[in-house]
Structure formats: structure tokens, C-alpha cells
């Protein structure tokens, strides 16, 4: 549902952009979320940042128009990306934008610049982990809620106590780039390759691009040469959404692909909790938005997998989707935006 802002309200305008498209929320100062839905806009990453940054303007105004908002009404604005980054936003490498111009450009002052109005940064799965955490515990301050979010690359973020853990750099819990056990992954010798230029990063195995390059590997098999997928001529998100709709509809080699996925997520999770026992893991982005039985097929084999490989006493965690589906990001950068300028006041 739609609430319209009143003409004096103070709004926060919460921006999600990822390697292929940007999502948009805003909040009233209470907190409330006056958008349900909005439209993803398309990020354009590839043609490079100046024009990623029109998008995110459109973005904006979008969101706005939809509460009839004006901004003055602004009083801060959130913006996530991809990592890394530092804790003002000034991009390094990303696996995920793969333009050149995207290497140490400062994406949060060139938005701040264009919309005229105070922006802060975060970490896209930052920003995703902390409406999460908002959501299942409000106010308490004493759990702690590790996430993954799946999206063109693999988001990740630790929350403890209602903070989130943003490292001394920006770097903090990047779970993407944390190493998983190839031997219980890979049975052909084929380690594969992060978009960071390393082997065996947990991204390599649980994201859109991994299901592409996992894909297009299995196509090359005779057994799998008939296979509808065989004639799609894009790679990259248009296949792997393809996979995912296949996978729904229970297509043996859709199916396998992502069970791979969900078993990669479980040893993961099964590091994380070694390293912070949370009480609860959440898995977001664009997977969420997927039916209810394939849901439940991919989060089974991420439980089963934690279960038998993490200690006795952590076995009854909780591992569960995100509850607001692919807008936790642009809730999540919008809360944030709320809290920097509540305490500024």
C-alpha cells in the first residue's frame, strides 16, 4: 500500500543499486514504510558510473513521486552498492560492476552532488542485515544475525546488538570472499574463479554469476546438449533467471544447479557460526521473490548441510528467509539514512 507524506513530514529515501538494477524505499520519521512496492530501475553498470548515477536519480524521484513528496521534505538519503568500498563510499574493485570507471569512483559523494541532498553509505548487505535485524528484533540489543544476500555477486553482514559490523575500513564481513572447502564442492578438479580474481570465494558458488559459469559448464556436456538452455544466447542474470524459472517447474539439471548453490550457502554458514555462533541466519535478494515449494527445497539443503557439519550445540540455529523479500536493501539504506540524522539532531 501507498501512503502519501504530508507536506511537512521529513522523509528518508532509501536507495538499493546492484549490478543489474536499483530498488527504492522511503520511510516518515517514524520509521514506517510508505512504499510497499516500487519498480526497480535499471542500474546500467556496465556503460559505467556517471551513468549509473542518472539512474539512481530517477530512482529517487520515482520513490518520492509516489508518496507526492517534495525534497525539502529529505532530511537524508541511504544509498548500498556492492563492495567493496570504503566507509565513504569510494569503490574498489568490484567483481559485480564491471565497467573500469567503477575502481575508486566515489559513488556516495557524486549522489549526494546530483540530489542536492546529505547521503550516506553502506554496504549493499549491510544495509539488507540491518532492516532484518530491525524487523525480527527491533530495539534488542543483545542478538547477533549473520546474512547472506544472492545477487549478482554475494552480499554478506554481520549484525550484533543492532550494529552493524563495517570493519575499520568498510571491509567488515564480507562473507563473499571467504574461502569454502573445494573438496566437499567440486568433483572434477575445476575450481572455479571469483569475479575478485581468486579461487574458491564463496561467490564463485553462490550467485548469478556462478550459476552462469556452472551453467554454461554442464551445457557443454552431451547429455545436456537438447537442453532448453541451450538456446538462450545471453549469459549472465537472463540465464540464470531462465535456470531459476526452469527450476520452479522442476527441471532436473535447474534443480541441480541450484541444490549445488544451497549445499555451497550451508558450508558457509557452517564457517560463520563457527566463527560467530549468531542466533539466526537470513538469506535475501532476489531468491527470495522465487515460489514457496522451491523455497523450501533450497533452504532444506542449506539447513541439512550446516546441521551435519557445524558443532552439536549450534544445530537447532535459525536459517530463514528474509521477511520483506528484495526491499530489504532499500529499507534497510533508508533506516539508516532515519538514524545518521536522528543522531546528528
Known amino acids: 500500500m501507498t501512503a502519501g507524506a504530508s507536506s511537512k513530514q521529513q522523509l528518508f529515501i532509501g536507495l538499493d543499486m546492484g549490478g543489474t538494477d536499483i530498488k527504492a524505499s522511503v520511510l516518515n520519521v517514524e520509521g514506517e514504510v510508505l512504499v510497499a512496492t516500487c519498480d526497480k530501475v535499471l542500474s546500467l553498470a556496465s556503460e559505467g558510473p556517471r551513468c549509473t548515477v542518472e539512474q539512481i536519480a530517477q530512482a529517487a524521484e520515482t520513490i518520492l513521486g509516489q508518496v507526492a513528496g517534495r525534497w525539502e521534505q529529505i532530511a ?53 542485515a540491518c532492516w532484518e535485524y530491525h524487523r525480527l528484533f527491533c530495539e534488542d ?82 547429455e545436456n546438449a537438447a537442453h532448453p538452455l541451450q538456446q538462450v544466447a545471453d549469459g549472465g542474470r537472463d540465464r540464470a533467471l531462465r535456470l531459476l524459472g526452469l527450476a520452479q517447474k522442476g527441471d532436473p539439471l535447474a534443480q541441480e544447479m541450484f541444490d549445488r548453490q544451497a549445499d555451497a550457502l550451508g558450508l558457509l554458514f557452517v564457517q560463520l557460526g563457527n566463527c560467530f555462533d549468531p542466533d539466526v541466519f537470513i538469506i535475501g535478494g532476489g531468491i527470495t ?57
Open 76 to 128: 537524508c538519503v541511504g544509498l548500498d552498492t556492492p563492495g567493496p568500498a570504503t566507509l565513504d563510499g569510494v569503490l574498489g574493485k568490484s567483481p559485480n560492476l564491471k565497467h573500469p570507471d567503477w575502481e575508486g569512483f566515489p559513488i556516495r559523494k557524486a549522489v549526494e552532488e546530483r540530489l542536492g541532498r546529505p547521503v550516506i553509505y553502506a554496504n549493499d548487505g549491510n544495509a539488507a
Open 141 to 222: 540489543d543483545r542478538k547477533i544475525m549473520a546474512a547472506a544476500i544472492l545477487g549478482t555477486g554475494l552480499g554478506g553482514a554481520l549484525v550484533w546488538g543492532g550494529e552493524v559490523l563495517v570493519g575499520v575500513r568498510g571491509f567488515g564481513a564480507e562473507f563473499g570472499h571467504v574461502r569454502l572447502p573445494t573438496h566437499e564442492l567440486v568433483k572434477d578438479g575445476d575450481v572455479p574463479v571469483c569475479g575478485c580474481g581468486k579461487a574458491a570465494c564463496a561467490e564463485a558458488f553462490v550467485s548469478v554469476a556462478a550459476l552462469d559459469y556452472h551453467l554454461r559448464k554442464e551445457l557443454r556436456r552431451n
Open 289 to 345: 521473490e522465487s515460489a514457496v515449494a522451491f523455497r523450501e527445497r533450497y533452504i532444506g539443503r542449506v539447513r541439512a548441510v550446516f546441521r551435519s557439519g557445524c558443532f552439536p550445540g549450534a544445530r537447532d540455529t535459525l536459517i530463514d528467509w528474509a521477511g520483506d523479500l528484495d526491499h530489504a536493501g532499500a529499507r534497510g539504506a533508508a533506516l539508516l539514512a532515519r538514524r545518521h540524522a536522528h543522531r546528528r539532531t
